[in-house]
């Protein structure tokens, strides 16, 4: 059926075939991504410690933004990619990202619905969402859009580049582990999801814009759509 093409061609285009990029993997990226990577997962694991309704909790939110930033600038020059469309076009995969996100996002929206019935996965996800709950939305919003954009740049700009083999894998692996300190089972587990599909989008289209566009779609529609999809029918 031609609407089954269109979706191969999409899949292959935005996600499998992967793009000839130059490696720029040096003693410096590895270097300066170890470091920070531990000091991203501290302060990460700090923030989320942090009681809701701290005022702490927001300045402590984007410090942790201002690790990945630092970090993937520092380690060496990232790239933004080029897009390649069904039709063997180029673009900068911006509306790739945007779509990949968007379903993304309607998987977790529905794997919600069950979570919302297990007490035991849904009280560590009512803690993080309470955090959201103490300040203004478009404040909120804004510090998760940083936080996304940052995260690409260093897991799948920096981390990504310092990599030679296996590099969706691993740096998928990395991003999960980063994320342990919070103490958040599904926020791991969410990690290992967005970081299978951006890992390879990033494969795809050699550099983070693409990237970027999918965490920002997903995020942010997390954000605004999952306190709803968890109180559905209770």
Same mark, same amino acid.
């Given at each position: ?7 191969? !061609? ?21 270097? *300066? ?6 000091? /991203?997962?501290?302060?990460? /694991? ?13 300045? %402590? ?31 900068? !995969? ?7 996100? /968007?379903?993304?996002? %309607?998987?977790?929206? !529905?794997?919600?619905? $069950? ?11 009512? *803690?993080?969402?309470?955090?959201? /709950? ?5 404040? #909120? ?20 580049? !310092? ?6 894998? =691993? ?15 599904? $926020? =791991?587990?969410?990690? #290992?999801?967005?970081? =299978?599909?951006?890992? $390879? ?34």
């Amino acid at each position: 059926m031609p609407v089954f093409g269109e979706l191969r !061609a999409f899949v292959r285009a935005s996600l499998l075939d992967p793009a000839d990029e130059p490696s720029t993997a040096s003693r410096r990226r590895w270097i *300066v991504t170890g470091v920070t990577l531990i000091a /991203g997962a501290v302060t990460l /694991g700090w923030s989320l410690s942090i009681r809701p309704g701290d005022p702490l909790f927001y300045p %402590a939110t984007i410090g942790v933004a201002v690790v990945w930033l630092v970090g993937a600038f520092a380690s060496g020059p990232l790239r933004l990619g080029h897009g390649r469309t069904r039709t063997g076009g180029t673009s900068r !995969a911006l509306l790739q990202g945007v779509i990949l996100g /968007g379903l993304l996002l %309607a998987v977790f929206l !529905a794997g919600a619905l $069950l979570v919302g019935r297990l007490p035991w996965l849904r009280g560590p996800v009512d *803690v993080l969402l309470a955090h959201a /709950g103490y300040g203004a939305l478009p404040i #909120v919003a804004a510090i998760t859009a940083l936080n996304g954009v940052a995260e690409e740049l260093f897991f799948r700009g920096a981390v990504f580049a !310092a990599l030679t083999r296996w590099r969706v894998a =691993v740096s998928t692996a990395v991003y999960a582990v980063a994320t342990m300190p919070s103490g958040v089972p599904l $926020l =791991v587990f969410a990690a #290992v999801a967005l970081g =299978v599909v951006t890992g $390879l989008q990033r494969r795809a289209t050699g550099g983070v814009s693409g990237p970027i566009a999918t965490h920002l779609t997903w995020s942010l529609g997390m954000l605004f759509a999952l306190p709803w999809a968890l109180n559905v029918g209770s």
